[in-house]
């Protein structure tokens, strides 16, 4: 997302390192060092800045039990977060298969579903003490 704003904004390259040193703290100037609180600090810049994000382009699955439902929310804060390479169910796909070995959220068992969730809380509680950290 901070690269999709800074292509919004029109923004140069010298502006676009200063802001991310000193708004998102990255010594480096490079948007791979920012920690999870550093992107979420750059990404209200920009809004500030008026950048708007544009809506998602492609509509969720929808969730066909309470366990789906619970395996979005993690996946849609993780969004949030600005963690994710990959967001969307393009990226929770490639999740689902790397974690259970299972092609698509549509042919997850209750087995896999509560796995899954467990291995979502404990990422987001990784990137939550991280920001905690920063």
């Not at 929770?92 to 796995?115: M, N, S, T, Y």
């Not at 404990?122 to 991280?130: D, F, G, P, S």
């Amino acid at each position: 997302m901070i690269h999709i704003a800074r292509k919004d904004l029109v923004m140069d390259e010298a502006t676009y390192r200063m802001v991310i040193r000193t708004v998102g703290r990255a010594a480096s100037g490079s948007s791979a060092d920012l920690s999870t609180e550093g992107r979420r600090l750059v990404l209200a810049h920009f809004r500030a800045c008026g950048w708007k994000p544009k809506a998602s382009p492609t509509k969720r699955r929808p969730a066909r039990s309470e366990q789906d439902a619970k395996i979005l929310a993690l996946w849609g804060e993780l969004e949030r977060m600005g963690v994710l390479r990959v967001p969307g169910d393009k990226g929770l796909d490639g999740f689902i298969k790397r974690q259970v070995g299972v092609d698509a959220r549509e042919f997850l068992r209750p087995r896999h579903k509560q796995a899954l969730i467990e291995a979502l809380k404990n990422w987001v509680a990784r990137e939550k003490a991280k920001g905690d950290r920063a």
